[in-house]
């Protein structure tokens, strides 16, 4: 079998799955409970907490756990539209985000927001010169992803945050869940505001995510009850998450050569793909560049994805259409019809995506199945 | 791929300009106060360079040197701005900046004074003040500023100059081996480097002012000890953490510090059964007083320090303070005594202790607390009231039972999970 759907979610880790099940058993009690058994598992929760902190190169009281990516997204938008909405009810973002900024845009709009949907240009990147033009004096919020979960664009999030450093009081919220753990994003360094991640898509486990949220940054909580992580988000820790988390970064640090090795493949996988298959367009920054390389956004237009992700299961590889969220509808990606992709082009798509354990091997083993499947297929729906 | 910054980022950039980080090679130290101590330099410097050596641990390429009577960390390839938020840190430096090293040509010095203009945000003025250590350099120091500083208004736009308030200042210093450009001083804490003025004992309860005494005391070189007092289960885990989480937070200025937790119940508990309510803080205090006296002697501390402020609370006033202390000899350091709340939570925010302090975790001094107690309480009255308890007893059992917590600058992570 192999897995290359590493941006949906990755294989949790054996050793954080040792940490996790030596947590259950061991450190059990409630790390909100006044007893010693409470303060043991709140101070394993404070030690994740610093690994996750250091990673973002930020103060650990910056860090609140959440139950994942989606939580983090949703939070930290409707938290500071709550927050803010006496200033201004205006927001930004871009076409390309995940459904999880997308449609609590589409939820605030309902609510009578303004929402600016940013275009992007062939290769899905927004420009920080259309950023700064969309600002006006009721923008509270500009929300823009790091690393697109369908293609792999990256964002020029230093730049955007550079050009937001002239509105102090305007907030930037980064999604950086397909990047963190990746490739480095710091806060602070790139002048940003907030910043969700979730613990799954790094051999990490599910259900569990954080959202950075810079000192001094008020927003109003999802959840209350408890007053758990400073009262933004009650509930009961998840502490056999959090710590799986915490190992799970540091599981990543000790591989070096992760987007190296990964570009290096996805060089290779092309040159051989675009060599041996017609017609087939690669989504994304073509130059390889601005590109998180280990994802690969590929169209086969004539095929549908469904039928190209089934065919490639039928030969032991696992790959995505469009995003796992949006998968199961059979409409054309957002995303790609933002980037300018026909109807045909943006409805032939598929995500290989590699993950910390993806092997060499695995990807020419993709290339060689797609180059077998892909011509049968073109010809049972006659493309060619 | 976690070590090198951010290799996207040069790729996507257009402009290309905005992106260029400079490059630092060394950071010049400054530290003022310490060459007024005459013949006791050496050994102060050599303390600041062994704290700085410390403080800069993770950082395995960095050296510490001295020349022309100047302290620089040579940075050798570590990255300025991690390394500079550690000097802020450290008791001793007056002030530092990083500087950029370059052959002693003129076009090299031109060419570094000029990225430190375009790398500097948010000014619009500048000045240049060049000096010529090496006099065999053909152009003399006036001349260097005219032609550095032109160099500079023909390279960057806009800026001006203005030789009387300066946004930048750009230094030069012309030396035979190298030349050194550097921009303005980046204020260290000043102070004195920790350890230069012996050892102290710090009574660190779980508040506000407190910790803020100790750092106060860091500051004029004191090596730190702490001491909390501990009523389990009339205080609870929660406020022990609080306290080691606290002390840990003044490793970061204080290095390595050694926290004594001391068994308060039974003591707590007797005073409250033979003492007149109104006398319970007093006393509790004095109580306090003696253990700690007797800890810094075991550990051969040579003061006490407290987070008094004159006035604050009933056994703050001068009468408390008189009868309290009367039963020490040892002085007792209050760096606060003369602040205001306000003043005192400043600093705590500054110092990071704040938020820690303000967790809502009872201590000692809060459970027993009585309706009205006594402020202008009588150390005859108290004498009197102490006869009522075991006194020897109690302190010995408390100095023997006391457990020793010690902490350093690293984080200790009790978990080797990750």
Redesign the interface.
């Known amino acids: 079998m192999i897995y290359l759907d590493n941006s949906a979610t990755t294989k949790t880790h054996p050793d954080v799955i040792s940490v996790m099940t030596d947590v259950m058993n061991n450190i059990y009690g409630n790390p909100s409970s006044l007893h010693g058994l409470g303060v043991k598992a709140e101070r394993l929760v404070e030690q994740a907490r610093r690994v996750i902190a250091k990673k973002l190169d930020c103060h650990p009281s910056e860090i609140l756990f959440t139950s994942g990516g989606t939580e983090a997204n949703n939070l930290a938008i409707k938290g500071v539209a709550d927050q803010l909405q006496s200033r201004g009810r205006h927001l930004i973002t871009t076409s390309v985000e995940h459904p999880s900024v997308f449609e609590v845009m589409k939820q605030l709009e309902e609510k009578g927001w303004k929402v600016t949907y940013l275009p992007v240009d062939s290769w899905g990147r927004v420009s920080p010169d259309a950023v700064e033009k969309a600002l006006t004096d009721e923008t509270v919020l500009v929300s823009i992803m790091h690393v697109n979960n369908e293609v792999g664009t990256i964002q020029p999030i230093h730049e955007i945050g550079q050009r937001l450093a002239k509105y102090p009081k305007i907030l930037f919220h980064v999604d950086a869940v397909q990047s963190f753990a990746k490739i480095p994003l710091k806060p602070k360094q790139a002048g940003i505001d907030l910043l969700s991640v979730s613990a799954h898509k790094f051999h990490g486990p599910k259900g569990i995510g954080a959202l950075y949220i810079r000192k001094n940054v008020e927003i109003t909580p999802l959840l209350v009850g408890g007053g758990q992580e400073r009262g933004f988000r009650s509930g009961t820790h998840h502490v056999p998450g959090i710590a799986g988390m915490a190992k799970a970064v540091v599981l990543t640090e000790q591989q070096t050569n992760f987007l190296a090795r990964c570009q290096e493949w996805k060089e290779s996988f092309l040159d051989h793909i675009t060599s041996k298959l017609q017609p087939v367009l690669v989504n994304g920054d073509v130059t390889g560049e601005g590109t998180a390389p280990y994802i690969i956004s590929l169209s086969f237009p004539g095929l549908k994805s469904e039928v190209l992700v089934h065919a490639l299961e039928e030969e032991g590889v696992f790959v995505s259409s469009k995003s796992a969220c949006s998968s199961k509808l059979e409409t054309p990606s957002r995303v790609l019809k933002a980037m300018g992709r026909t109807d045909q082009e943006a409805l032939s798509s598929i995500r290989i995506s590699m993950g910390y354990d993806t092997t060499k091997e695995e990807i020419e083993q993709c290339a060689e199945a797609l180059i077998r499947v892909v011509p049968k297929l073109q010809q049972v729906v006659k493309v060619r | ?9 040069s ?3 257009t402009s290309g300009e ?2 260029v980080k400079m490059e630092f090679h060394l950071i010049l130290l400054r530290y003022g106060e310490l060459s007024l101590k005459g013949k006791n330099k050496a050994e102060f410097e050599g303390r600041l360079i062994r704290n700085i050596q410390q403080k800069l641990k993770e950082f395995p390429n960095v050296r510490i040197t001295k020349e022309h009577g100047r302290m620089f960390v040579e940075l050798n390839g570590e990255p300025s701005a991690p390394v500079m938020d550690k000097l802020k840190e450290v008791f001793g430096l007056v002030g530092f900046s990083p500087a950029i090293r370059v052959e002693s040509k003129l076009e090299s010095i031109q060419k570094a004074a000029l990225q430190l203009v375009k790398n500097t945000n948010g000014i619009q003025t500048f000045k240049v003040n060049s000096k010529r250590a090496n006099k065999q350099f053909p152009i003399p120091s006036l001349e260097l500023n005219h032609r550095i500083g032109g160099y500079i208004l023909a390279n960057a736009q806009p800026i001006q100059v203005d030789v009387h308030h300066p946004d930048l200042t750009v230094h030069v210093e012309v030396r035979s081996k190298a030349s050194y450009v550097y921009g303005n001083d980046i204020p260290g804490l000043g102070g004195l480097p920790v350890g230069s003025s012996g050892r102290v004992m710090l009574l660190l309860s779980g508040g506000i002012d407190s910790p803020v005494a100790g750092y106060l005391a860091l500051k004029r070189g004191v090596e730190l000890q702490a001491i909390h007092f501990h009523s389990y289960p009339f205080t ?3 406020a022990k ?1 609080k306290v080691i989480d606290l002390a840990r937070i003044l490793t970061r200025f204080g290095g390595n510090i050694r926290l004594h937790v001391v068994p308060f119940t039974e003591i707590q508990t007797e005073i409250n059964k033979h003492c007149y309510e109104s006398y319970t803080i007093t006393i509790m205090r004095r109580m306090m007083l003696r253990i700690a006296e007797a800890l810094a002697k075991k550990n051969q501390a040579l003061a006490l320090v407290t987070g008094e402020s004159l006035g604050q609370v009933a056994s703050q006033t001068l009468e408390s303070m008189q009868t309290i202390n009367a039963v020490t000899h040892m002085p007792i350091l209050r760096p606060v005594i003369s602040m205001d709340k306000q003043e005192i939570m400043t600093i705590a925010k500054q110092i990071g202790t704040y ?1 820690t302090s303000i967790l809502p975790y009872e201590d000692c001094c809060t459970i027993f607390l009585p309706k009205a107690p006594k402020t202008k309480p009588d150390q005859e009255v108290a004498e009197k009231l102490e006869a009522r308890l075991d006194l020897e007893r109690l302190i010995q059992e408390a100095v023997e039972g006391t457990e020793v917590i010690e902490l350093s600058a690293e ?1 200790t ?3 080797s ?2």
Do not use: L, W
């Open positions: 791929m976690c070590g090198s910054a951010d290799p996207c980022r790729k996507i950039t905005g992106a609870s885990e929660r953490q938020e984080e992570d009790e978990f999970y990750f």
